[in-house]
């Protein structure tokens, strides 16, 4: 419960990495772009649109900055926890691209991949998981304004 609240947070994040990966495959499945010919630092097959090291990072750290986010009580550690979690996945994207085995539009693609996927994912799946054990609905402090308010 250090990030959120709720009968199982690691579930959560462990359904939403093997969801993001299916997605991941998928994509690159349908896409079927080759790897960057010439310089590599490393040696890598399959292909390379989308991202799977960027998707990834940003379905793993981008659901823990939503937790930090929504649930975090202290401004000072929500920030903290989105400034490192942020900076984690753009070193992730950058790191792929330095290896030589992703263009940079596969980074990005895989970014905005994830991006989407979290939208769809802290929607309709992630509340299941951090329902609160008493069964409230909200974040700690935030109020139940549900009569005037559709989410």
């Known amino acids: 419960e250090v990030f959120a609240p ?3 947070p690691g579930l959560c994040a462990a359904v939403n990495l093997v969801l993001a990966t299916l997605l991941n495959l998928l994509l690159k499945t349908l896409v079927q772009r080759p790897r960057p010919e010439g310089y590599r630092l490393v040696a890598e097959s399959g292909f390379s649109f989308p991202s799977g090291h960027s998707m990834v990072a940003m379905a793993f750290y981008g659901l823990l900055i939503w937790m930090v986010w929504r649930y975090e009580k202290d401004a000072l550690v929500r920030w903290l926890g989105v400034i490192g ?8 994207g950058l790191s792929r691209i330095y290896l030589g085995v992703h263009y940079a ?8 991949a994830s991006i989407a996927w979290l939208g769809v994912y802290t929607k309709l799946l992630a509340p299941i998981f ?3 054990r008493d069964g409230s609905r909200d974040a ?5 304004d549900s009569a005037g308010r559709k989410d």
């Open 6 to 8: 709720g009968r199982r």
């Open 85 to 92: 979690f942020g900076l984690v996945i753009v070193l992730v």
């Open 105 to 112: 539009s596969d980074v990005l693609a895989g970014f905005c």
């Open 130 to 132: 951090l329902t609160p």
């Open 140 to 144: 700690p402090g935030e109020k139940d």
